[in-house]
């Protein structure tokens, strides 16, 4: 082969395999890019269907929102509002007051946080009382129409003393913090968003926003106490020398309840002597001589209740159980009309009549009408006094609201629905629907008159009763 010929079929080859390569490159090159190209499709594809989604989510969005929107309103009605705040203090000391607690301390403290669209109100609060009275006052909180929030509590307890640990006996100190939020629309930084034919789409969702409105309740409970219970905050435990006092106390503690027992039993057996006299004369002295029997026994079983002469939660169980009901059944058999009258101490009342109202405003109806047997004996002396008249009807106006209101917490009442309108208003009442005015079926006495967002009210043997379902 001839020299340029060599030359020729090198330069060829090295032609060829340059062609071949760049033939290569650009095959892999629009490979690469197919690749790329069907990943950019995919993304692109579920970036559809995410809108596509949302899409089809907005509806659904809107009607929560409009329904949101429409009740918020309600929503925020628990909060304070901007005048009440200033009040603040004047609550918490009517709530002090009525549980019967001593405040020490109550200042606000600066809330931690720039004030957004709820601001964030706190005070610190200092307080003393019994285990009874704290809880009154934090049933109180509980139970109040607008929000507060214990947010810190601390309690130091009482010492026990020799008498025991019967819950109204010792003190007990406890500081906390109360927090609570004013709601300032104004103040949001969040632009609204807007729906398109905003009014149309409210006026197809009036009947669930009228639904969800009646969800809406703030549940409140009354508070239950019993006396006889062991005070939680205090050690049980005794010294060798605590638990000879206290054995000590028990056993005079006990002999009040022994003699308030033969007392009821002497009672009894002159009751049974009285049934067997024929003569006239002779029982109207016997019977003068029994009146007098049970008004001392009334006036001291009554000074014994009163000052807690008996604190050992088995043995007042045991008094109350074996001596203040019967005695009780006793005196409504006997004739209460010609018990010896007693002399009337307006103080008392006037506690009597206190302690009533606390427990009412408590729902504690079996302590109003409790506190009302301590006094009974005296009240017919009490009507006959000018200056205890007119309280003497208040503390049986009293007993009757107790007496009524609690018959009415024992009704058999399930509200399944309300219908609220501008112009009328009806509450399924166990499976029937009421309008005010009407009387509830079953039920003798019982008359609807209101029906609100998150309450029903009664007329019932003439006392207007509140109840929320």
Known sequence: MKASDKKMTVGIAVISVLLAGGLGYLTYDAF???????????ALRQKVATARHKKETIPELEKQVIILRENLKEYVKILPESDEVTQYVTTINDFAVNAGVGVSLL???KAKGAAGVFERIVYQLEIMGNTPEILRFLSAIENHRRFIRISKFDVTSGKRDRRGSALEEIDHDVRMELETYVYNPGRSKQPIASIEEYDRKRDELRAQIITARNDIQVERYALELDLSRRDPFLDPRLTDEELGQQQADYQR????????????ALLVSKLEEHDQIDNLILKYEYRKQIDALIADFNKDLNRSLRENWVSFPDLKRQLQSEVVKPFETLKDQWGGESYVPQRVDLAELEGIMRRMTRALEQGDFASAIAEYGLISAKLEAARSDERTTALVERIERLLNIAEVTQQFAALPLEVSGRILRPDAA???????ALAPGEPVPGQDGLYVTSIGKDRVEFLFKDILI???F
Not at 32 to 42: C, D, G, L, N, W
Not at 253 to 264: D, F, K, N, R
Not at 426 to 432: C, F, H, P, Q, T
């Open 32 to 42: 690469e890019q197919s690749k790329t190209a069907e990943v950019e499709t995919t």
């Open 107 to 109: 200042r606000p403290i």
């Open 253 to 264: 503690q006990q002999e009040v309840v022994t003699w308030a027992q033969e007392s009821i």
């Open 426 to 432: 009806v509450v399924i009442l166990n499976g029937k």
């Open 466 to 468: 509140s109840k929320s």
